[in-house]
Structure formats: structure tokens, C-alpha cells
């Protein structure tokens, strides 16, 4: 890189890598007959999948983009920073919201059948989110206000089958809101600290305690509020988004010192520490799981992503070699409308009966149909992105 502060080819290859798994695994998920080392861990087992290491990878992800980002912006002149920060983390929020609601849509009193109401709710994000930077002010307006009238129809549409509750509500803020209120949090913190590198690293530490503290019973007391509050969850989001800063600030600062050289072997020096605390806490926190966001899934995953951070950055950023993700490279740079288009797809697919081969329904022809799914995703992403359909938040 001539310029530290250019886009990180090794980020969008790891963002690429992880977004491709993400829908692999998403759809895999309903697939009998297949190693269920692939798959999520049970809410109850001390246990770690492949789909369990997903999530936390695509939050450090979010975390290493920031610094990057916004130093560019900064030395662009950008003042409204903070704003983008803002609105980007509502735009995750809101539609993470709604996605939360699909979970416990009610077919049998709603108006819509669900995959009809799934498919406009989405198109209502696409006309709401597209990226308007080479479309007339006029014909933004128009399409964006076509885009929140439809949202706001599908809004008053929606019936729910949870008990007590008859119309949208807070279950949990699904994937992107949990996104939204880490990146609003810890872009927060690394921006009005001016990147400082011991700030990132003591908010790190105390997302990590806090996650801590909260499996051990010592911050009982927010219970009642926990899925309200700031944090939105017990810490192990944030953890893993600040673990991605630092590791950034540290990539940044030792790239102007010239010493990078020493980014791998303080890469790999904090991964052998997590993972060993990770081994350690299993034994008092509850095993390793995802479903509750353990002290030792958080370290353990962190462990993980620092490692294939260290790979991708040694093979594309120092060695040059970025040709093997050009299949997916959509994944990388539109990964915003990579994750979207699957929520277009699915309620398609459900309206028209169509089945498939019964191979394809499990075991290894399971597995080549969520392969071929997921590149068939990224391919329309990409194609969407040549006719200059791309979300931007």
C-alpha cells in the first residue's frame, strides 16, 4: 500500500471470506445429514461449530474497518463523522429490528401470506438504502419516499404470533441490530479518543470484564433492562468490535514506524493469551457457546479471527496474492447487499413451490447446494452492483 490509510485489501478479502461463509452456513442450517461440526453448537452444549465463529469474525471485521475508515475521512476534511456514525448504526438497528419480527410473523391473521410481506419488507430496504450518489436529488426523493411508504404499510400490516403481543416489538434486535448498536458504541469510543492506542485497548479489557462479570451474576441488576440498554447485550459484541480496532490502530501505527514485522507476532502472541483464558473460563462460565454468548466463546472466536486476520494480511496485503478471492470479491465490497439478497431470494422461492432433487436436501448433496447458493448469492450481488444497484449505509 503507498497510502496506510488506502482500502485494505486484506479486510475485504477476510470480509469476503466471512460473508460467503455466513450464507453458506445460514442456509445449511435446515440441512439434515451433514457434520454437524459445520453447523451451530445446541444452546445447552459446550461446543463450537464453524457457523458459531461466523458472527464474532464478522464483528471483528466491523471493528477493523473503523480506524481505516474514518482516518481517511478525517483527512478528507469530513466534519460530520459522528452523524454517519449516527445514522449508519440506525440504518443497522432498524432493518435488524424488522428481521427480528420476521422470526414470529403470523401467516394465519396477517393480510399477507409471510413470504409476500418478507419480499416487499426487503424491497422497501433496497429502495430506502441504494446508493443514490449518481441518481438526481429529484429521483432520490421519489424512490426513497416510495421506499419508507412501503415500510410503513408492511409496518401496519404485520401480525405476530408471540403471546401478549399483537403487532411489531423488541424480541431481539437480530443480526444487523446487534451489528448497528456495536459499530454506534465503539465507533463512538475509537473516534472521540482520537484513536489513541491504549484507550482502544482499555475498552477492549472492559467489554471482555463486563462479559465476564455478567456470566458470573455480578451485574444481576440490569436483567430487567439488559435488552434495552446501551450496551444491548452483555459486552461479547463489543468485545469483539474492539477487538478489530485495536488490532487496526496497531496495524496503523506500525506500518508508519515501519516496523510491521512486529503485527505478527503481536497478533499471535494475543491469540495464544485468549485462547488459553478461553481454555480456563470454560471451566467456571458455562462451557463454550454462542447461544449465550460465553466469556470463552468470546475469547476462544477472538482467538480465532486474530489468527485468520494475521493469515489474509501476510498472503494479500505483503504478498500480493488477492486473485484467489476475485470469485467472491462482491462479498467483500457489497456486503451490505450480499447479506440482503438471500431475504429477496428465500420468500421467491417459497411463493413458487418449486422443489429440488431430493440429493440436494441433505448430507453431501445438501452441502454442494448451500455452496453453489452462496456463490449464486455473491454472483448476484455483483451483477446487481454492474447495473448500479448497491446499498450503501
Known amino acids: 500500500m503507498n497510502n496506510v490509510y488506502n482500502r485494505v485489501r486484506s479486510i475485504d478479502a477476510f470480509r469476503a ?11 445449511l442450517d435446515g440441512i439434515p445429514k451433514v457434520p454437524s461440526w459445520l453447523k451451530h453448537a445446541g444452546d445447552n452444549v459446550d461446543a463450537l461449530g464453524l457457523a458459531d465463529t461466523i458472527f464474532p469474525a464478522f464483528l471483528f471485521i ?91 404499510v408492511m409496518s401496519l400490516l404485520y401480525k405476530t404470533t408471540d403471546p401478549g403481543q399483537t403487532w411489531l416489538h423488541l424480541t431481539w434486535w437480530g443480526i444487523l441490530g ?11 469510543i475509537y473516534y472521540y479518543s482520537g484513536g489513541a492506542l491504549w484507550i482502544q485497548a482499555a475498552a477492549w479489557i472492559f467489554f471482555l ?30 468485545a469483539f468490535t474492539m477487538a478489530g480496532i485495536f488490532v487496526s490502530v496497531m496495524y496503523i501505527r506500525l506500518k508508519q514506524s515501519e516496523d510491521i514485522k512486529l503485527l505478527w507476532a503481536g497478533i499471535i502472541l494475543l491469540a495464544v493469551i485468549l485462547f488459553n483464558l478461553g481454555f ?3 471451566f467456571f462460565s458455562g462451557g463454550i457457546s454462542k447461544a449465550h454468548d460465553t466469556p470463552s466463546w468470546v475469547l476462544i472466536c477472538t482467538g480465532i479471527s486474530l489468527v485468520v486476520y494475521a493469515f489474509f494480511a501476510f498472503v494479500v496485503d505483503f504478498k500480493h496474492q488477492y486473485n484467489w478471492v476475485k ?39 445438501g452441502l454442494i447446494k448451500c455452496l453453489v447458493f452462496s456463490f449464486l448469492m455473491i454472483w448476484l450481488a ?5 447495473i448500479g444497484i448497491r446499498l450503501k449505509i
Open 17 to 27: 471470506v466471512t460473508m460467503f461463509l455466513m450464507i453458506f452456513v445460514n442456509d
Open 62 to 152: 466491523v471493528g477493523l474497518s473503523i480506524p481505516f475508515a474514518f482516518e481517511k475521512r478525517m483527512k478528507q476534511g469530513d466534519t460530520k463523522i459522528p452523524l454517519r456514525i449516527i445514522t449508519r448504526s440506525f440504518a443497522l438497528i432498524l432493518i435488524g429490528f424488522y428481521h427480528a419480527n420476521m422470526e414470529t410473523y403470523n401467516e394465519a391473521t396477517a393480510l399477507l401470506p409471510q413470504p409476500v410481506w418478507e419480499s416487499l419488507l426487503t424491497i422497501s430496504f433496497f429502495f430506502i438504502f441504494l446508493d443514490y450518489s449518481e441518481i438526481t436529488p429529484f429521483r432520490r426523493y421519489l424512490y426513497q419516499g416510495f421506499g419508507i411508504v412501503l415500510l410503513i
Open 178 to 188: 446487534l451489528i448497528g448498536w456495536s459499530y454506534l458504541l465503539c465507533s463512538l
Open 209 to 238: 470484564f463486563f462479559n465476564l462479570d455478567f456470566h458470573f451474576g455480578m451485574l444481576n441488576f440490569l436483567s430487567g433492562v439488559q435488552k434495552y440498554a446501551w450496551l444491548a447485550g452483555n459486552g461479547a459484541m463489543q
Open 280 to 282: 480456563i473460563v470454560r
Open 327 to 365: 470469485i467472491i470479491e462482491p462479498a467483500g465490497k457489497q456486503t451490505f447487499t450480499c447479506y440482503l439478497v438471500p431475504f429477496i431470494f428465500y420468500p421467491i422461492y417459497q411463493m413458487t413451490n418449486l422443489g429440488y432433487p431430493e440429493y440436494l436436501s441433505e448430507g453431501i448433496g
Open 382 to 386: 455483483g451483477l446487481l452492483n454492474k
